[in-house]
């Protein structure tokens, strides 16, 4: 099958569900033997090929995203000029600087993007069009990998004539964090530019439901495939740490809630038996979060604990590898409900056990692997009383971590979600 994913980069400088669960996607659907082009939008993206030619040239360079929602002049400028805007080296710097953007800017560039062909971007979807058509097998099907893309999709089967699918993860968190009135007029476009898509494919049945209520759409235009995870490497971890860890792996910001977990590590280490646990942190962040962070380090220092707490830079797989070898139990305490949660995968395939809030995908996550405690959410209390018994009795965390490893190896390998992926590509094909 000839299968186009059209993915949205965040850059490398931040632990992204989304950039890690299409990437895997599409180096496991061409070892399985199928004709698959990655196409990235907005950053370049920082994966490797193994086979040449399967990431397109990046397309709505985030630099000329920016000067055509503000400036007319650029909306006009030829393609050598605009080709200046998209090197790499520039890109990589825009990236690192994620987070910087205003919210004016951001909810309106949004709602540009979401209007397609009647944005302020037409030049550059214009160009992503006619580049699509010129190449020289025409696909099967086109793949958008979120709902903040489906400005695209009018436009696409209009010249390509092929199905159009669109998986679903955490859009909504984005979408409502808008300022209003931005927020308001996202909801209401995408509302009436579902019907431009063939399906959806939510990662999870909890944020299946969730769309389906929030885009008013019918029960079957949704599907669900589980985001699996490329297990190579995962099976030969065994190693614990001899102190105590707590682990922490996404996005260094407040709505992960890392300084939550600083609070519950603050309170664990007035228990004398726990005095002597660490805490290890990893998964990047932006330049937005550098005051968060800041102020994080100063509270650990103002307890005496900054010494007893690791921030790593690097989190690629090796790293990532490396880490869950140095930790008894992980934790993200996400402040909102969430679609996924691809590191709670992460972790249990490594024979870890987590401790999660009790809303978003979870519950779904923990019923089905077994792997760890809930707590009630935004609770430092709930939330240090739930890590406590791992700590303790590494035991029972190692038996909840192993009964998550064999849940995870069994259920959300990446070959599984590809056959239910290409289950719902065929049959959309086929109709």
Same mark, same amino acid.
């Given at each position: 099958m000839r299968i186009i994913q059209i993915t949205p980069s965040a850059g490398d400088s931040f632990y992204c569900e989304n950039c890690l669960r299409d990437a895997t996607l599409v180096k496991t659907l061409i070892a399985l033997g199928h004709d698959v082009l990655m196409v990235p939008l907005y950053l370049p993206l920082s994966i490797e090929q193994d086979k040449p030619?399967? &990431? $397109?040239? &990046?397309?709505? =360079? #985030?630099?000329?995203?920016? !000067?055509?929602?503000?400036?007319?002049?650029? +909306?006009?400028?030829?393609?050598? %000029?605009?080709?200046? %805007?998209?090197?790499p080296g520039l890109l990589k710097w825009v990236g690192r600087m994620a987070g910087m953007t205003s919210a004016k800017d951001l909810g309106e560039t949004t709602i540009s993007m979401l209007q397609g062909e009647e944005g302020q971007q037409i030049k550059e979807l214009n160009r992503l069009v006619d580049w699509l058509v010129a190449q020289d097998n025409k696909p099967d099907v086109i793949c958008l990998s979120n709902v903040l893309l489906l400005g695209l999709a009018r436009r696409i089967k209009q010249k390509l004539g092929?199905?159009?699918?669109?998986?679903?993860?955490?859009?909504? #968190?984005? !979408?409502?964090? !808008?300022?209003?009135?931005? $927020?308001?007029?996202?909801?209401?476009?995408?509302?009436? @530019?579902?019907?431009?898509?063939?399906? %959806?494919? $939510?990662?999870?049945?909890?944020?299946?439901?969730?769309? +389906?209520? @929030?885009?008013?759409?019918?029960?079957? +235009?949704?599907?669900?495939?589980?985001? #699996?995870?490329?297990?190579? =490497?995962?099976g030969l971890l065994r190693a614990r740490p001899n102190v105590p860890t707590i682990g922490y792996l996404s996005q260094m910001c407040p709505d992960k809630g890392l300084d939550t977990l600083v609070e519950a590590f603050i309170r664990l280490k007035m228990n004398k038996e726990l005095s002597n646990i660490r805490l290890r942190v990893t998964g990047g962040s932006s330049a937005g979060d550098k005051t968060f962070l800041n102020k994080i380090r100063q509270k650990l220092n103002s307890h005496g604990l900054l010494d007893d707490v690791e921030f790593l830079e690097q989190f690629d797989l090796k790293a990532k590898l490396d880490f869950l070898q140095t930790i008894s139990v992980l934790s993200v305490p996400e402040k909102n409900p969430v679609a996924c949660g691809l590191y709670v995968l992460e972790a249990l395939a490594a024979g870890i056990p987590v401790v999660q809030p009790a809303h978003g995908v979870f519950p779904e996550l923990l019923e089905i692997t077994g792997g760890g405690l809930l707590y009630e959410p935004n609770n430092v209390k709930a939330l240090a009383g739930a890590l406590e018994p791992l700590l303790l009795k590494m035991e029972h965390a190692q038996q909840l971590g192993e009964q998550g490893r064999k849940a995870v190896h069994e259920k959300f390998n990446i070959e599984q979600t590809t056959r239910d992926l290409m289950r719902i590509y065929e049959e959309l094909i086929d109709y």
């Open positions: 030619g399967t &990431i $397109a040239p &990046i397309f709505f =360079g #985030g630099v000329n995203v920016y !000067l055509q929602q503000k400036l007319s002049l650029f +909306r006009k400028t030829p393609r050598w %000029f605009d080709k200046w %805007f998209d090197s092929v199905p159009v699918v669109c998986l679903l993860q955490d859009e909504e #968190g984005f !979408l409502d964090g !808008l300022p209003s009135p931005y $927020a308001e007029q996202a909801w209401k476009i995408i509302i009436e @530019r579902a019907g431009d898509v063939n399906a %959806f494919i $939510a990662v999870s049945q909890y944020y299946a439901d969730v769309m +389906r209520q @929030r885009l008013n759409l019918e029960p079957d +235009r949704v599907k669900v495939a589980y985001t #699996g995870i490329a297990l190579d =490497g995962y």
